[in-house]
């Protein structure tokens, strides 16, 4: 009993909170005595069951997550399980199913393999019908069918198919065409072809009507058979294929070719290219007219835009092709016979493209020239023979000679033979280069020119240091004509249309014969056409041009001051009065320099182009007028007489040797004109002058540089101009007549 009531107490105890245990032990000290022990034992047990509670719950959620989590696996288990197991099941059902399906298509791809081996066969028998019945255009139209199938089937895996197909094909296509062919030729046969001569009969027959239609017929029946399967009708070698009945009517002409420029026939000579290059060209030419009038106008009802005898020419083109590439390869250790072969495959290439009016844009002969070894090879004999030639034309008796010396119309640049030869020289292989169509070999040539010219310098070169002991001879001049001349051309060229072409292919394409050794700015200046494809070299020749003339006007100048020495040392202070001016003569000791100043201007003129003498006068002038103003004026005191007598000199005498070759001589004077003028002004002129001058001088002095008026207006008045204050006042000086002196 007693135990039943201690079970009720706990009970009631453990509803009970916490915080209200106070109020139940209150309580239960109303209870008897020996009960307290037992209430207290069972408060710390449910204290301590209270502060357990919580753990346990927790224990107890990480349980049932654990557990929810374990449920989750085992069911995505169970559902992998289960698919894998409907899986199995059903790969069972797919494999047998495939199985089906792959059988299905294999007897359908046979089924299809069959039916189009099927209509092949039925295509071949329908042609073979066509033929039978003599229906050539439904044979060839079978035959189209026939091509449609085979492109059709490029793309399948059915070698077989597509092997027997295309055995089929040609097969077809070889009997169509050489049944077209036969009936071809007989009709070409009745219209004379081929025209081999140009008096060659061409009388129509007198069923001309009757074989005018049958030859358009076969020529349609041609280009369709063609148009059904290109592939058959041309060598794979000719792109684009040639016109099918122009093929067959080459077929004569090509045996005719490999019959006299093949095997043993003497017309077969490595030494004789131009037998068989003119025998084609003749060929076209004999030929265009029936093109022309028999052919064109048939492609032209069928709807084909070639040109007929474009078609002709082209295949002619293959045959001697084919000659010239397999005869260059002999030639290439013969330079005489190589030399000759390029020489007439450029006339051909010229007589094709002009005469008989070929396209530029379809090849001819040239690119032959064009392989490695036949272009280098072209390049090494040309620079052979080039320098050959310059050693030749240097060592004649009249190299330094012109040839138009008596025609002074002609001679205006005075080049000696040699020059002329040089720069023919290089002209005649530009035109041999210039038709090549490719800019890159065409500079491969520049590089060959401007190499033979910079030779050619140094020959000129040479050749002038073993005439420096007497720079005034004829050889000298010659030389000296031909730098001038070589750099007058090239600068031609520098501005011809052909060689601006050649300046940009050059730059897009940075050929280093053209841009080597050139900075940015060189580059620059060539791709915006501000330079020219020869400035390096015609900078070398302006520098000899320029030195060879300095050591000219050196050598005369020389002469004219040993000439001169008398008339330095007149005594210009103290010559006798003239009181008529009109009757003053040239000073005596003046006639030695005047005669040789004017023999040297006549020399000159006869022997220096134009360009050049107008330099070697001018130079001479500048020189001739320093000369006298430093030893004659400067170096003298003049009285009034003095200075009348030295412009009478200069200017009646000196200053008219050079009036024939400009209007105004004493311009390039200016420092003996000017001096003249300040030497023979009046006494008071003088003084005057001489005055503000000094005046002038002390003030810029005084002011540091403070500018009053100048005394330029008051020597510009007196028609001094290149002389400065200083100089003025030095001239000033020089007068001995001045009173108080």
């Known amino acids: ?103 299905i298509s294999t007897m359908e791809r046979h089924v299809e393999y069959l039916r189009c081996l099927q209509h092949v066969q039925d295509l071949s028998a329908a042609v073979q019908q066509c033929l039978m019945t003599s229906s050539v255009q439904e044979a060839i139209r079978a035959i189209d069918n026939l091509a449609a199938l085979h492109a059709g089937l490029n793309q399948s895996g059915c070698s077989h198919l597509q092997d027997f197909l295309c055995e089929t094909l040609n097969f077809w296509h070889r009997i169509v065409k050489e049944r077209l062919t036969s009936d071809f030729e007989k009709v070409l046969t009745q219209l004379h072809w081929p025209i081999i001569h140009p008096t060659h009969s ?38 684009p294929s040639l016109c099918l009945p122009i093929q067959i009517m080459l077929l004569p002409l090509r045996k005719r070719f490999r019959y006299h420029f093949y095997g043993n026939q003497q017309t077969n000579s490595l030494s004789k290219p131009e037998w068989y290059l003119t025998q084609v060209l003749m060929w076209m030419g004999n030929s265009s007219s029936f093109m022309e009038e028999k052919i064109q106008p048939i492609l032209k009802r069928a709807g084909n835009t070639i040109g007929a005898k474009v078609e002709l020419c082209r295949g002619l083109l293959f045959v001697v092709q084919e000659k010239v590439a397999s005869d260059a390869s002999r030639l290439l250790y013969d330079d005489v016979l190589f030399c000759h072969m390029v020489e007439e495959v450029l006339q051909f290439e010229k007589e094709l493209r002009g005469n008989q009016s070929y396209p530029t844009v379809l090849p001819g002969l040239l690119h032959l020239l064009l392989e490695d070894a036949v272009l280098q090879k072209w390049l090494t004999v040309e620079k052979k023979m080039a320098v050959e030639k310059m050693d030749a034309m240097l060592s004649t008796e009249g190299a330094w000679s012109s040839q138009y010396k008596d025609i002074s119309d002609m001679d205006e640049l005075k080049a000696p033979d040699c020059a002329e030869t040089f720069m023919t020289l290089l002209q005649v292989i530009t035109e041999r280069y210039q038709a090549l169509p490719c800019p890159s070999a065409q500079l491969k040539f520049l590089g060959l020119q401007k190499e033979l010219v910079d030779d050619f310098r140094i020959r000129l070169t040479q050749v002038m240091k073993e005439e420096l002991r007497c720079p005034l001879g004829a050889r000298y001049s010659a030389i000296l004509n031909t730098v001038n001349y070589i750099s ?155 200075a009348a007598q030295l412009q009478f000199d200069m200017t009646r005498n000196l200053f008219p040797l050079f009036g024939h070759y400009c209007k105004r001589p004493e311009n390039f004077f200016k420092h003996v004109k000017e001096a003249c ?65």
Not at 54 to 64: F, Q, W
Not at 214 to 239: D, F, G, H, I, R
Not at 561 to 578: E, V
Request: aromatic share 6%; net charge negative.
């Open 1 to 103: 009993m007693r135990n039943l009531k201690m079970l009720e107490i706990k009970e009631e105890l453990w509803k009970v909170k916490p915080s209200q245990l106070t109020v139940v032990i209150g309580v239960s000290a109303f209870h008897s005595t020996d009960m307290s022990n037992t209430a207290t034992i069972c408060v710390f047990q449910i204290l301590t069951v209270s502060s357990s509670v919580p753990l346990k719950v927790s224990a107890a959620l990480s349980a049932a997550k654990e557990a929810g989590y374990s449920l989750e696996d085992l069911l995505q288990r169970t559902g992998v399980d289960t698919k894998h197991e409907h899986l199995q099941g059903s790969q069972t059902l797919m494999d047998n199913f495939g199985r089906s399906l792959n059988q």
């Open 677 to 741: 003028i300040i030497l023979s002004l009046n006494v008071g002129s003088a003084i005057l002058l001489t005055d503000l001058l000094k005046e002038s001088e002390e003030k810029t002095r005084d002011l540091g540089g403070a500018k009053d008026p100048t005394p330029e207006s008051a020597l510009h008045e007196l028609g001094v101009y290149c002389l400065a204050s200083c100089d003025v006042l030095i001239l000033l000086s020089l007068r001995a007549s001045w009173s108080g002196q």
């Open 202 to 239: 061409l009388t129509p027959a007198a069923n001309n009507q009757e074989i005018n239609c049958q030859l358009e017929l076969l020529v349609t029946q041609l280009l369709a058979l063609q148009t059904s399967y290109p592939l058959v009708s041309t060598p794979l070698s000719q792109s």
């Open 488 to 642: 007058t051309i090239l600068g031609d060229w520098g501005n011809n249309v052909f060689f601006l072409q050649l300046q940009q292919a050059a730059v897009s394409l940075a050929e280093e014969v053209v841009t080597e050794g050139l900075g940015v700015m060189e580059v620059g200046h060539l791709a915006s056409l501000e330079g020219s494809l020869f400035d390096g070299l015609l900078a070398l020749l302006e520098r000899l041009k320029g030195d060879m003339m300095g050591r000219l006007l050196e050598w005369t100048m020389r002469e004219i001051i040993d000439k001169a020495k008398p008339y330095c040392q007149n005594r210009w202070f103290s010559l006798p009065s003239q009181h008529d001016q009109s009757t003053m003569s040239l000073s005596s000791s003046a006639c030695p320099m005047m005669l040789c100043v004017r023999d040297t201007l006549l020399n000159l003129h006869q022997v220096l182009s134009l360009p050049l003498f107008q330099m070697a006068w001018q130079g001479l002038a500048d020189r001739l007028d320093n000369f006298l103003y430093q030893d004659v004026i400067l170096s003298n005191h003049f009285s009034d007489v003095g």
